[in-house]
């Protein structure tokens, strides 16, 4: 799938644009937002964040992937495949399917969110997600740029995670499950590539928390995080 | 020596066939001039152009090794050279130009500026019957040459003007010229990237800052809140913030991957013209960037600016003068020491420069000024009515910031009082209609209006007050200290060709989506638009207003666009007019010219979708 999509955007990116007309080629970005290593006590969890789109100006087939692997093994795996549509100068609505494929059980969602820059610069990913056992969640990104040179970046970052009922198969509660706050300095060695080093720090609400405790993790979490941010 | 070293106008018969040959064989050096990687011998000047003059030329089109950066890399080259050769017409001629395609995409070439047949225009599926020169093939232009100046030539398929197909065209009146001068030199200034144009708009669809260096960091504001206070740096924040707009925005590709050129020579090489001391030096600027706007000076020597895209102005004397891409200016400098002086063309976002030197002696270069501080937007030139946002004093410390700290009172003070700078017109002169009055030479009287197609996710602004601003000399060039031109000091020599008052009036509004990268004219691109129909034979108005951040070089083809400065007897003939961000201008057409035409900004970048084809029938 993956080596298709990117087979698909060299060919894309290949094609001329001429000069009378052509305005909008179908072009492809693939965006690492985030690839780190969290530093804490024990194993090491490793992180993936991307986002790769295919398509117009105003029409594009865009993919999301979280990944978490903590000693080997991967904990957590979601993909987003959705239709993103411009409906304001800022704005793309998204609709389409999410797959948590881990932790097992999978669970599947239909999903719907806004995704752009809100007034005063705060980048926004806000998403309703419909799960097929009757479940309903809602997810909120934030994330902000101040820039100490044009190069140096401090990136703070808010994503919040709040569902509908209790889903003990994969440890999620109602209400406000959990919350992660995140602050990363990077360093745009160029536009395209960037490392970066910060702190995370997470922490899980309510049955989401016990669910947790039940299974002897902590409800609260705070690393040193390593990585780089990549896009091309 | 010198590249374009002319006799006197007059002197010219005699001595044309030996200038002719002796450029030609200097020609030969030019592979030298465009390489600074390769040896050189001391004595030959850089960047010597090659000259090809009389009435056939054959011109062809080849991939050209070229190596400006330390990177070699494939011009588009015409005659193997960047920039292509100097084309030297006489008015009255009728000129045969044989153009072959040796590359791998279809090429075509564009002669700017030039009255033509539609049919010679060389504008692929706009020009009438012209379908582009196919690999392998030939295309023969004839035409007349009904006029006389500075123009240029350049591609009109693909990127390719971004990767070398640009040369410049002089054109010997048939009569005299009204001034005289020692020296003839044509100035091409360009903009050079190693990378393929095709990726450079990829990316700015992909991150349209990403050329931008110079954006706002946590630094620039706090020293913002000390000096205005918490209150004040917001209110001066607001409407930025809430727009999602940079006041850093001023070119969308920048120094960061162009080399800036002089006739093909890099800033570190430097092109150079030799005069002696007294000499009346003519230099013909041409503008061949494909995404850079210049602003010119040449510290020490005051410019006598004679001709504007190609036609004799009135003179007017200034120490700096603005080329937006795709314009010339003729200019007339008389150095009266025997030193160098530099010409220094500085990129508008000052991200850069194209470089070069007059001189008595090779063996000299001319010391090369500080740029100035990079330009900030300020309200006035997002549209903003500034009188009724109440931000005046804001704007006004923004504008003093951005324009080198003078306190003096910037142009956007005559735009913030609601008026415009037909005040300032009013005051020497009695009873003439202000700017903006409606009668021709003073542009429309019409409202602005948005249309519909102007909202969607395509357009992030709409000019809320766009004025005239015809004697601002734009951002980054106001209260300098220095004699900017501006369009308002543009007058022709002679009296208007077409008196006529406008038989109706059209507007186009400049539209985009600067984060999106989407350009269009009222908010269609060229791919949905309907072609703008002109009848043969009327005079029309053309209103441009700039519904966008950014200043766009709009270029008609084929017809005159005679620009409303001031004055109906003497209305300046442009073939490209700069609109300013947030700003409205006016020009009168003469339909005289049939069949179909292109109108377009002439930003490489923007042109795919600020774009028209013009139907005069
Ligand atoms: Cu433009």
């Known amino acids: 799938m993956k080596r298709t999509l990117i087979a698909l955007g060299t060919l894309v990116l290949a094609t001329n644009v001429p000069a009378a007309g052509g305005d909008d080629p179908v072009l492809a970005k693939v965006m690492i937002d985030r690839f780190e290593r969290q530093h804490t006590g024990g194993d090491d969890p490793l992180m993936l964040e991307a986002d790769v789109w295919i398509g117009r100006d105003l029409h594009k087939l865009w993919f999301k992937t979280e990944v978490e692997r903590v000693g080997g093994e991967t904990e957590e795996a979601e993909i987003q495949a959705l239709y993103s549509r411009a409906i304001a100068p ?51 990104t934030g994330e902000y740029e101040w820039l100490f040179t044009q190069k140096l970046v401090l990136s703070p970052e808010l994503e919040v995670n709040l569902h509908g009922k209790d889903d003990r198969a994969t440890g999620v509660g109602s209400g406000l499950s959990d919350l992660e706050l995140g602050l990363r300095l990077r360093y745009e060695i160029v536009r395209e590539f960037a490392p970066y080093i910060g702190i995370n720090w997470t922490k899980k609400f309510g049955d989401t928390a016990d669910f947790a405790r039940d299974h002897g993790e902590d409800t609260s979490d705070a690393q040193v995080v390593v990585g780089f941010r990549a896009w091309f | ?106 090429a075509s070439i564009h002669w700017h500026g030039l009255i033509l047949p539609s049919s010679q225009d060389g504008v692929p599926h706009i020009s009438d019957g012209f379908e582009g020169i196919p690999p392998g093939e030939s295309f023969t232009y004839q035409f007349p040459v009904k006029q006389s100046g500075t123009y240029w030539y350049h591609s009109h398929s693909g990127f390719h003007e971004q990767t070398g197909s640009y040369g410049a065209i002089i054109i010997d009146p048939a009569g005299p010229e009204p001034f005289a001068c020692d020296r003839d030199y044509a100035l091409v200034l360009s903009d050079w990237s190693d990378e393929d144009p095709n990726h450079i708009y990829a990316t700015l669809k992909k991150l349209s800052h990403y050329y931008n260096f110079r954006e706002r960091t946590i630094f620039d504001a706090l020293a913002e809140i000390r000096e205005k206070g918490w209150a004040g740096y917001r209110a001066e924040r607001d409407m930025w913030d809430t727009m999602r707009m940079s006041d850093r925005d001023i070119s969308d590709v920048t120094g960061y991957t162009y080399t800036f050129l002089m006739n093909g020579v890099t800033p570190a090489e430097g092109w150079k013209g030799l005069f002696r001391r007294g000499e009346r030096v003519r230099l013909r600027i041409i503008n061949a960037a494909a995404m850079t706007f210049f602003d010119l000076r040449i510290p020490g020597l005051e410019m006598t600016v004679v001709a504007a895209d190609g036609q004799n102005i009135e003179p007017v004397t200034v120490d700096e003068l603005r080329l937006g891409v795709a314009e010339t200016y003729d200019v007339i400098v008389r150095p009266q020491d025997d030193r160098p002086y530099t010409v220094f063309a500085q990129a508008i976002d000052r991200s850069g420069y194209a470089r070069g030197t007059l001189t008595p002696d090779l063996a000299l270069a001319g010391e090369v000024p500080e740029m100035d501080p990079a330009p900030i937007l300020t309200h006035g030139d997002m549209g903003m009515d500034m009188a009724a946002m109440g931000h005046a004093g804001h704007d ?90 501006t369009y308002a000091d543009l007058f022709n020599i002679g009296a208007t060709p077409d008196p006529r008052e406008p038989g109706r009036e059209i507007d186009l509004h400049l539209t985009g989506n600067m984060s999106r990268y989407m350009w269009s004219m009222d908010g269609i691109k060229f791919a949905d638009a309907e072609p703008l129909g002109l009848k043969f034979g009327e005079r029309v108005r053309i209103n441009l207003i700039n519904d966008t951040m950014m200043n766009h070089p709009i270029h008609l083809h084929g017809m005159w666009s005679d620009l409303e400065t001031g004055d109906p007897g003497r209305i300046p003939r442009k073939h490209t007019v700069i609109v300013q961000p947030g700003a409205r201008i006016s020009y009168l057409v003469t339909a005289d010219a049939m069949g179909g035409w292109a109108y377009h900004c002439h930003l490489l970048y923007h042109m795919p979708g600020m774009f028209r084809k013009v139907v005069v029938s």
């Open chain 2, 1 to 106: 020596m010198s590249r374009i070293s002319l006799p006197h106008p007059g002197a010219f018969s005699p001595s044309r066939r030996r200038f002719v040959t002796g450029l030609a064989a200097g020609g030969a050096l030019l592979g030298l001039g465009i390489n600074p990687a390769t040896g050189r011998a001391a004595a030959t000047p850089p960047g010597r152009q090659q000259v090809l003059s009389g009435t056939r030329f054959d011109l062809t089109y080849s991939p050209t090794p070229i190596n400006l950066t330390g990177a070699e890399r494939q011009a588009t080259a015409i005659n193997g050279t960047v920039p292509a050769p100097v084309l030297r017409w006489r008015e009255g001629d009728t000129v045969t130009l044989k153009v072959t395609n040796h590359l791998a995409e279809d």
């Open chain 2, 396 to 485: 006004m410390g923004a504008n003093d910031s951005a324009d080198g700290g003078m306190p003096a009172m910037d142009h956007s003070g005559h735009d913030m009082g609601g008026m415009d700078h037909s005040g300032h017109d009013m005051g020497g002169m009695e009873a003439r209609p202000a700017i903006g009055s409606g009668t021709a030479g003073y542009g429309s009287s019409r409202p602005v209006v948005h249309a519909d197609t102007e909202y969607g996710p395509h357009i992030d602004m709409r000019a809320d007050a766009p004025q005239y601003r015809l004697d601002d000399p734009g951002v980054g060039l106001r209260d300098n200290g220095r004699r900017v031109l």
């Open chain 1, 90 to 140: 800022y704005w793309d609505l998204q609709v389409g399917w999410r797959h948590d494929a881990m932790p097992k059980p999978e669970r599947d969602w239909l999903a719907i969110g806004f995704n752009g820059l809100a007034p005063y610069w705060f980048e926004v990913d806000a998403a309703a997600f419909v799960g097929g056992n009757g479940q309903v969640a809602a997810r909120f």
